[in-house]
């Protein structure tokens, strides 16, 4: 248990599906990340959010949307996806941006068909 | 930009032997570098962290160096066990905000 929850662990989806990814955690931190991990490919930081305010959007395309209510939960919407979108989607957080190390979740396992 | 390259991408060793993972990255202004852990179906677990002003990091089996004028650090992993098989991967800080740049990982297999 790393104290970073993330649902759901598998998603399927069509290319015209809208769809969230949700991330809580529960270790009182105030910074949250979302990465990309494509297979044979290192980790792709997506976004960052520290005290609820987005500080990075690390030229992410629109059909990807964040949402981060709280410094508790944090999600990613998901519409019109291509192919090139499945991957692991990984949620992070730490005590604020910039403190290491960083907490990961699980992820969730995205595919689109 | 910022590059994290990790060679071999995979390696087998039989249990008890020494392992030797190697990063390396291209601009040595780091703040800090870790290494993680990552189970199959699983996130990362931060494994050890070492500043930029460090040249090493020890917890356990687990020993970590870095030499920031070569843009090299390496993870020893002492007597292996075949639970130490997972694939490891290393991070990069490249600003104070923490942004991390990964390398794509080597992934370890000890045999029994």
């Known amino acids: 248990e790393t104290g970073v929850t993330q649902t759901p662990r598998h998603l399927v989806m069509g290319m015209t599906n809208k769809k969230s990814l949700k991330c809580e955690q529960h270790?009182?931190?105030?910074?949250m990340y979302w990465y990309k991990q494509s297979a044979k490919k290192p980790l792709e930081l997506m976004f960052v959010?520290?005290?609820?305010?987005?500080?990075e959007n690390n030229s992410v395309p629109s059909r990807f949307s964040p949402e981060c209510p709280n410094s508790s939960h944090l999600f990613l919407h998901l519409h019109t996806l291509q192919p090139e979108d499945s991957a692991l989607y990984l949620c992070?957080?730490?005590?604020?941006?910039?403190?290491?190390?960083?907490?990961f979740g699980d992820g969730t396992r995205l595919s689109i068909l | 930009k910022q590059e994290v390259t990790q060679i071999p991408a995979a390696l087998s060793v039989p249990e008890g032997e020494n392992l030797v993972l190697n990063c390396s990255f291209t601009?040595?202004?780091?703040?800090?570098l870790q290494w993680f852990r990552q189970d199959p179906g699983k996130g990362l677990t931060s494994l050890l962290l070492?500043?930029?002003?460090?040249r090493e990091q020890t917890s356990g089996r687990l020993n970590a160096s870095l030499d920031k004028s070569s843009g090299r650090s390496t993870l020893y992993i002492a007597a292996s066990q075949p639970g130490d098989s997972a694939t490891y991967l290393c991070?990069?800080?490249?600003?104070?905000?923490?942004?991390?740049?990964f390398g794509a990982g080597t992934q370890v297999v000890v045999t029994p």
């Open positions: 270790l009182g931190h105030n910074a």
């Open positions: 991070a990069a800080s490249t600003d104070s905000w923490g942004k991390l740049q």
């Open positions: 601009d040595s202004a780091i703040y800090n």
């Open positions: 070492i500043q930029s002003s460090q």
């Open positions: 992070a957080s730490s005590q604020d941006r910039g403190r290491q190390p960083q907490h």
């Open positions: 959010y520290n005290f609820k305010e987005q500080t």
